[in-house]
């Protein structure tokens, strides 16, 4: 028996009454007693609300988003809480771009990045709701082709599996395929090179597993994501700035730019983040006063104005936990869960909550949570590469309406927190190449096309006495390489998933297999990219020919 078994047994238990056929006999002179309605433990917090909870929180708001943007500089942020089934707070603040005087207000449309997961959830639950789905149906049932590296998890993995990240795909898996510009048939045609952890017990966040269980829910509804989710959501609650396309976004004229920070000050954004491949878990764009319609139906168990828009049933296990996300460190420390697309979580006041964070290191962090127990919901949108800002204000927040002052370095906390992911990737970070460096070969021993089963073809040519690698369809991903040490070479890069600084050897196996084009020596028979080698991928891509 398990221990959410014997949860449940105890609930009944408590919640039982006795019927008048198996009471004792009753006394004529005794009146019924009326008895208070049993109070379920589950729902148990460890203290009341503060006098005023919500809206003294609001109130101090003004003062905790400016003390933000003050301490990070950051451009431009936005704000909203809903209480009551209302909207009690709306705001923008600092700019939507650099340079220029375009204010950011409540209608101004940000990039959600994963803020885009829990959004998407919500319109898989209006598809259990009309029984088009349920949670629980296989992903390939209805996604010709969709296959993983094992048979059993192909046919089995569920898109409630693929939400809670307990497929066994490795973290991120295909995220640096849609860097290279494969688009999102491609992408989910190349999972089934990817190695598996343990199914239904490892959890690996996965941009693409939850794409491929909305591409497939999509199809049994006959429909494409974006117009589906627009037709059952945004359009129902009447969302009208918040779409699942990129193009969408950029024809809005009240839109931020992204911005990162270069030697300590903010810049816009080199190239602003299309991220169209894997829009179900990232590509909707929104405004804070549109969110606040989705944020009062969540808090209604699904209703808004009036109307039943998702079934209560569809979303409670959406946001309650389905798998563990972060296991206790410690006896007396809590452990993180996730749901569908949800994050959820119990506070140190014993009240449940659910949120998510999104972020692009490109120029969006975003950020929402929801307490039920206090009737409360807030989201934040920056234009900012994460920091932690908006993570922060919510954290605070929440402490806020829970205790009625701030608890914890929110700020501090978050900020390390993603410092510590902002860090520039490669072994040969902050190191000089050797001094006296051991030549390489003629360059016709390294040229010639390369294979590797999930990033595909990788062409090295000589172009004008220098090396050039080209990946991706049609080679239009190409890098120049730099001699580091004998058949080392070196590349530098900056993607969503690289940051600034990031630099990636290339080593070249010169065992041989043949000759090369020159016939100065053998070609090389295999190389190796870092950036592409690591515990969820193989990066070694084999000779194929000149």
């Known amino acids: 028996m398990t221990v959410v078994s014997v949860a449940a047994v ?29 109070q379920n433990p589950d729902a148990a917090v460890a203290q009341d609300l503060p006098p005023d909870a919500v809206n003294a929180a609001v109130g101090k708001l003004d003062g ?20 009551g089934g209302k909207t009690v707070y ?22 959600l990045a994963s803020m885009s997961k829990p959004i998407g959830s919500t319109v898989l639950a209006k598809l259990v709701t009309d029984k088009v789905v349920e949670w629980d149906t296989p992903v390939a049932a209805n996604l010709p082709g969709f296959a993983l590296s094992d048979l059993y998890v192909t046919e089995n993995v569920t898109i409630g599996d693929m939400y809670a990240h307990r497929s066994g795909l490795p973290d991120h898996a295909g995220d640096k395929l849609e860097d290279l510009g494969y688009d ?8 089934r090179y990817l190695p598996l952890d343990p199914f239904r017990i490892t959890y690996n966040y996965t941009n693409y597993g939850v794409t491929a269980a909305a591409e497939s829910a999509a199809r049994k509804a006959g429909s494409d994501w974006e117009t589906l989710s627009e037709n059952t959501l945004y359009g129902p609650l009447g969302m009208t700035h918040t779409s699942s396309r990129f193009s969408d976004f950029t024809a809005e004229p009240d839109r931020v730019v992204g911005h990162v920070k270069v030697d300590g000050n903010w810049v816009k954004t080199p190239a602003q983040r299309d991220p169209d491949p894997q829009a179900p878990a990232g590509g909707v764009s929104s405004s804070v006063n549109d969110l606040t319609h989705w944020l009062a139906m969540l808090l209604a168990d699904g209703t808004y104005n009036g109307k039943q828009i998702v079934g209560a049933d569809a ?16 006896p007396d420390a809590r452990a993180g ?28 962090g975003t950020n929402f949570l929801v307490m039920p127990s206090a009737d409360v919901a807030i989201v934040a949108l920056s234009n900012a590469a994460p920091i932690g800002a908006v993570d922060a204000l919510t954290g605070e927040f929440a402490d806020i309406v829970q205790f009625g002052d701030v608890r914890h370095e929110w700020r501090t906390l978050y900020g390390d927190a993603y410092a510590a992911m902002a860090k520039p990737s490669g072994s040969l970070v902050g190191q000089q190449p050797p001094a006296n460096s051991t030549p390489a070969q003629p360059l016709s021993a390294y040229t010639g096309t390369y294979q590797n089963d999930l990033y595909g073809p990788a062409v090295v040519r000589d172009d004008n006495g220098k090396l050039v690698l080209a990946m991706g369809p049609g080679g239009k991903t190409t890098r120049e390489l730099t001699h580091w040490d004998g058949n080392t070479y070196t590349f ?49 891509f084999v000779r194929q020919g000149p």
């Open 10 to 38: 105890g609930l009944l238990a408590v919640g039982c009454t006795s019927s008048s056929s198996d009471s004792g006999p009753a006394s004529s002179s005794a009146s019924p007693t009326a008895q208070a309605e049993p």
């Open 64 to 83: 905790l988003v400016e003390s933000l943007m003050d301490s990070t500089k950051i451009p431009g942020m936005a704000v909203a809480v809903v209480h």
């Open 90 to 111: 709306a705001k923008g603040f600092g700019v939507a771009e650099i340079g220029t005087d375009r204010k950011v207000d409540p209608d101004t449309v940000f990039p």
């Open 184 to 191: 999102r048939q491609q992408i989910l045609n190349r999972l």
């Open 315 to 330: 979303l409670l296990p959406a946001v309650t936990p389905e798998m563990i996300s972060s296991p206790s460190g410690s």
């Open 337 to 364: 869960f996730y749901g569908y697309g949800f994050n959820v979580s119990v506070t140190e006041g014993a009240r449940t909550q659910y949120s998510h964070a999104g972020a692009f290191s490109m120029g969006a």
């Open 492 to 540: 530098t890069l900056r993607n969503e998933n690289a940051e600034l600084g990031s630099i990636s050897k290339v080593t070249f196996d010169n065992t041989g297999v043949g000759s090369a084009a020159s016939g100065s020596g053998p070609a090389s028979s295999r190389m190796t990219i870092e950036y592409y080698d690591d515990e969820t991928s193989n990066g070694e």
